[in-house]
């Protein structure tokens, strides 16, 4: 700014200088007064930044990772209808697919006669989630109220009374199968192929595909057979499931039928890849 004489100049620099202090003070007291937007990007990253002073670190915790095996599911019934009259109790396994649907074998889901049955169930079935022995907290008790049988193998979604969120479901593998390929066995059957008892605690073995049918296939065990490493009657349903991922799957087929435990032979498993579409449609439906 060029000088316009003494007198002048010093009186439009002292009415600069009070128009600046008024200003600066106006802004203070308005920071001052305004309040704080504590869902402010800006205002966060100023208080939460390392080199500002009172700084805290946060003392949030990240939620807890999904439980391994948490998928599991666990059938029982004590009104099965029998030839005659009177009924009896018996039992499956199986993995929840989505927070309102579980995967088994069909002929846990059947008529007096044992012919394979859709619809509401003649008996009630009990579903329990989440646990690894009956023994643990928590887990997640259901009932089953519908049932859908395969058209292909022996093999049902059936849905929930009430969904279940706070499990991470199994996912469906749709890929073709190779021989060779490993699988994790997880089951709830009993412990003898004489005395019907489902087990108190999660059954586990390790097996690998021997033969592949048009809708089933064939699973041999990697290591020697015993009751608690092997299907068993009450493991009908139990999935297979590579190694190395117990919480997601995805899920490669589910116990039908095999030996008398713990004898030699071979294990059969519906498919998941030849019906995976059709599953798929019944969740939606």
Request: hydrophobic fraction near 30%.
């Amino acid at each position: 700014m060029r000088k316009r004489g003494y007198a002048r100049q010093w009186a439009l620099a002292t009415a600069i200088t009070i128009g600046a202090t008024s200003a600066f003070l106006h802004t203070v007291a308005a920071r001052v007064q305004a309040p704080v937007n504590a869902g402010s990007p800006v205002v966060a990253a100023e208080h939460n930044h390392p080199d500002q002073p009172g700084f805290q670190p946060s003392t949030s915790t990240p939620p807890p990772p999904p439980p391994p095996m948490g998928f599991n599911a666990k059938l029982t019934s004590h009104d099965i209808p029998v030839p005659g009259g009177g009924v009896r109790t018996g039992g499956c396994s199986g993995s929840l697919i989505d927070p309102s649907w579980v995967i088994t074998a069909g002929h846990c889901f059947h008529d007096v006669n044992d012919n394979r049955r859709s619809g509401r169930p003649l008996y009630h079935m009990t579903v329990v989630v989440g646990k690894t022995k009956d023994s643990d907290p928590g887990g997640y008790t259901r009932q089953i109220t519908d049932v859908r049988q395969s058209p292909l193998n022996d093999l049902a979604v059936v849905k929930l009374d009430s969904p279940i969120t706070a499990v991470t479901p199994l996912t469906l593998d749709e890929r073709p199968v190779n021989v060779g390929q490993q699988l994790e066995f997880a089951g709830w059957g009993s412990h003898s192929a004489t005395v019907i008892e489902q087990s108190d605690h999660l059954k586990r073995g390790h097996f690998v595909i021997s033969g592949i049918n048009a809708t089933t296939l064939e699973a041999q065990p990697l290591v020697p057979r015993t009751t608690d490493n092997s299907p068993c009657p009450d493991d009908s349903g139990s999935p297979y499931f590579p190694p190395g991922d117990e919480v997601h799957g995805p899920l490669m087929g589910i116990e039908d039928s095999g030996p008398d435990c713990p004898q030699p032979g071979t294990e059969i498993l519906a498919r998941i890849d030849v019906v995976a579409d059709w599953i798929h449609q019944q969740l939606r439906g």
